[in-house]
């Protein structure tokens, strides 16, 4: 420098050159020296005083550096992936807790309801001895059972039947001693005797006639007849068992009709000898006959 010429900071380029400054006063900073390496950023690093953080002076740089401004968003990504992890974590936690005490409790479950999952096997062969002995007697009593049930049933059909047997037997004794009324299908025997030549012979052969033919029970005017019954002739007419009958006559009997009417009916019969004893006779077939009267207890027709 020459005397003279005046002194202060110099126009001429130098080797050493301040950096410019921008509309607000601040310092404008290389980005190249921002960058401890490529594609990393210095998280120590804080923007100058008035610049928001990432911004270069002169607007945002998209093109030349690799990894670009530090996004405002990343931290607040970083702590919400941090959240999820943390949430995650307690969720499978509580999950594999929950699983856990419940494949506890199905053990504890099964081994309280399978009583024999602690049982020896010598244990489980006298069981299984023990209920195939049970079942052979239970099979057993079965049997002696039902045949007890047979022996009653056929004891009860036997008695049954006896019984059945004794009440016919009464009932026959009752109608032929002529203790009970009868009603049932029959025939009608009714004799006119002008001449009053029916004697106690007649009557007494057609007694035995229709008792030949099957009579249960037979009346002779209002008079029961039965085995014992006397027919004798009297001064005047024929008494039955003491009871003093005339005619007409009219015979009730309860039997097979048929057979009894055709025994009435044959060559030498009854109503061939009250024809030839100048009588009538005359014999019908009905489908209801009553003989009310009783032995000891005569009865008017």
Known sequence: MSAGEPTGPSHDAGPEQTAPADEAGAVRVDPAAN?????????????????PA?????????????????????PERARQRRRRRLVLSVVTGALALALGLGMTLQIRISNTDDPLSTTTEEDLVTILNDIDANEDLLRQQLAETRRTVDELTSDRSE?????????????AVDVLTGAVPVR????????VDPEEEVDAALLLEAVQELRGAGAEA????????VVSTAL??????????????????????????????????????????VARADGTARVVEQDDVAIDALVGDPLDD
Do not use: H
């Open 54 to 74: 990432g911004s270069e002076p002169g607007g945002d740089v998209t093109g030349g550096d690799e990894t670009g401004p530090v996004s405002p968003a990343g």
């Open 218 to 225: 037979i009346q002779v005017n209002g008079v029961r007849v």
């Open 159 to 171: 008695a049954d039947s006896a019984l059945e047997q004794a009440v016919e037997r009464s009932q």
């Open 35 to 51: 960058r401890s390496a490529p594609g990393q950023t210095d998280p120590d690093r804080s923007p100058p005083a008035g610049e």
């Open 184 to 191: 049932g299908p029959g025939i009608r025997l009714s004799i």
């Open 232 to 273: 004798v002739d009297g001064a005047d007419g024929v008494r039955v068992d003491g009871e003093l009958v005339t005619g007409p006559y009219t015979v009730l009997a309860i039997g097979p009709g048929e057979e009894m009417i055709r025994l009435l009916s044959v060559p030498g019969g009854v109503l061939s000898d």
